[in-house]
């Protein structure tokens, strides 16, 4: 198994070997605060491959910023739910080792109609012919490994089963952090964070956190979604 234990620092800096690239990835259901958590580190100043002048994020799922961890260029802090599908191969290659796998969790009926949510918004954007023939799947935050909406949630379970696996033959730490209170409550994220954000107070978490959250684009779906 590869040591993975990140304390404290962006550990690019400083890797043992320079022949192994570092990284802290984000990943998991998605619909979940991932984008956010990405925007916030940026502006905390952290490599995430972005700057505060280009978080672009899709129109409808309001959401995006992803990045592939096994680029050649793939900034230390990457985000790809993605990554649950090629997450063993990954960890089974000698020039990268992961440090951290944050995964924001959520209400899993809520995750699931979150993406339903996202294809319906992108849906009534079309012109009426064509709404019916809409691909899903071909949405961006939409459906997420099938095209009948009905079976997301056992896809998404998968998916996070997978990663999972995949995660406990190897020492990467696992971070999980529970949504929407990683937007609610910026205490809780600093400790969740510490780990990589470093020398950062909370008092500059604070500021950043109140500047980058967005409560209105919290979307509540059913009880369960809630802290």
């Known amino acids: 198994m590869k040591s993975s234990r990140v304390i404290g620092k962006m550990p690019?800096?400083?890797?043992?070997?320079?022949?192994?690239?570092?990284?802290c990835v984000i990943s998991g259901t998605g619909r979940a605060g991932t984008s956010f958590l990405?925007?916030?580190?940026?502006?905390?100043?952290?490599?995430?491959?972005?700057?505060?002048?280009?978080?672009?994020?899709?129109?409808?799922?309001?959401?995006?910023?992803?990045?592939?961890v096994r680029a050649p260029d793939a900034p230390y802090i990457v985000k790809s739910p993605w990554f649950c599908d090629y997450a063993e191969e990954v960890f089974a290659r000698p020039d990268i080792q992961i440090d951290q796998i944050l995964v924001p969790m959520r209400d899993l009926f809520a995750a699931a109609e979150s993406r339903r949510f996202v294809v319906r918004n992108a849906a009534e954007a079309l012109p009426a012919a064509e709404r019916d023939s809409l691909?899903?799947?071909?949405?961006?935050?939409?459906?997420?490994?099938?095209?009948?909406?009905?079976?997301?949630?056992?896809?998404?379970?998968?998916?996070?089963?997978?990663?999972?696996?995949?995660?406990?033959?190897t020492d990467a730490s696992i971070t999980l952090l529970r949504f929407p209170l990683l937007t609610e409550d910026p205490k809780y994220l600093f400790s969740k964070l510490e780990p990589i954000i470093g020398d950062i107070t909370f008092e500059g978490f604070r500021s950043t956190f109140d500047t980058v959250v967005k409560p209105d684009w919290v979307h509540k779906f059913g009880t369960g979604d809630s802290t």
């Open 12 to 23: 690019n800096a400083d890797r043992p070997d320079p022949g192994v690239r570092r990284h």
């Open 38 to 68: 990405v925007q916030l580190l940026t502006h905390l100043g952290l490599d995430t491959g972005y700057t505060i002048n280009d978080l672009t994020l899709h129109k409808h799922a309001r959401a995006g910023l992803e990045r592939d």
């Open 135 to 169: 691909d899903g799947s071909t949405v961006a935050g939409g459906l997420w490994h099938t095209t009948d909406g009905t079976r997301q949630e056992l896809v998404l379970l998968s998916q996070l089963y997978r990663l999972m696996l995949a995660a406990s033959a």
